[in-house]
């Protein structure tokens, strides 16, 4: 008989790389179970106190999707070969969707996704905040995506505990408030003393106005620095935020709304201008 193996212990720093680096939509074996509780972790984390997940046997454990499809050449998507063999696998393009629909539509566009999913991924947050905070699917949101993913997964295997589990949920508020503000922005939500700004305006993205990724803002009530790290989202102290979700809860008590609704480029100075004004010089 073998004398009894003990497992190595696992290096916290070389699991948080292989989080980045790791290819977990390549699945293969045990594979698949990994990358599956990963995202199911996500959904856990993202998702309400009281909401009840499927995972487990008898076909009722949720498939994995590829955003980006794995193959591209006859689909809807315009990225590198490059690029498409880099991050196709990585967890920033992966959620987990019913096994159902899986197939059906493995190789179309996102939009195309996003309507075909939007009456089954109620119980999965994770699959509904992508499909609401992104209007589209590039190398860019997909690199967000999967930065948010690797820091929030990061966070709560730092504290490994019940405890900070709770902590997360709390300070993520089960992200109603980005998602809320998201929709705020796809409605085009305008206050009634602001009645300028017209209800047929796209939502407002940094593209628009050629700011680039890892360009610096200033939040004007308190001139705090924030790094902009997608088409419509910032980062600050660790966190991702919407520019109306940011203002929302680092807006002054004396300053606030009584509605708690704010614009939010009009709260952030680029160059001296604030987003609002120069969103107006390009229209």
């Known amino acids: 008989m073998k004398p009894h193996q003990q497992k190595k212990p696992i290096i ?7 989080l980045e ?19 199911l972790k996500m959904d856990i984390l ?33 990225i590198d070969s490059e690029d498409h063999k880099e991050w196709v696998h990585k967890l920033g393009n992966l959620i987990l969707i019913d096994r159902n629909l ?17 009456s089954s991924i109620e119980s999965r947050a994770n699959t509904n905040y992508i499909f609401i905070t992104h209007n589209e699917w590039d190398l860019d ?14 966070r709560y295997y730092e504290g490994n505990s019940l ?6 949920k709390k300070q993520l508020k089960t ?20 009645r300028k700004y017209s209800d047929s305006l796209p939502p407002f993205s940094f593209d628009m106005v050629g700011i680039k990724l890892g360009e610096q803002l200033t939040f004007i009530p308190t001139g705090e620095k924030v790094t902009v790290i997608g088409k419509k989202t910032i980062e600050y102290a660790g966190r991702i935020y919407s520019l109306s ?16 609704a704010y614009q939010g480029p009009k709260y952030f100075l680029y160059n001296g201008k604030t987003l609002a004004d120069l969103r107006g010089e390009m229209e």
Request: hydrophobic share 30%; glycine share 6%.
């Open 46 to 78: 993202m998702g309400g106190t009281n909401t009840i997940l499927q995972y487990g046997n008898k076909g009722k454990s949720p498939s994995i999707e590829h955003l980006m499809p794995q193959r591209i050449e006859a689909a809807k998507w315009n």
């Open 245 to 260: 979700g940011f203002t929302r809860e680092f807006m002054p008590v004396e300053k606030r709304a009584p509605s708690g």
């Open 102 to 118: 899986n197939s059906s539509l493995s190789n179309s566009s996102f939009n195309e996704k996003r309507k075909r999913y939007q």
């Open 163 to 168: 405890e900070t589990f709770y902590q997360i």
């Open 175 to 194: 992200t109603d408030h980005i998602v809320a503000d998201q929709c705020y922005q796809e409605k085009m939500y305008i206050h009634k003393e602001d």
């Open 12 to 18: 916290f720093s070389d699991f948080i790389l292989q």
């Open 21 to 39: 680096k790791e290819n977990w939509g390549f699945c293969i074996g045990t594979q698949m179970y990994k990358t599956r509780y990963l995202l």
């Open 141 to 154: 949101a997909i690199k967000t995506n999967h930065k948010r993913t690797v820091n929030l997964l990061k």
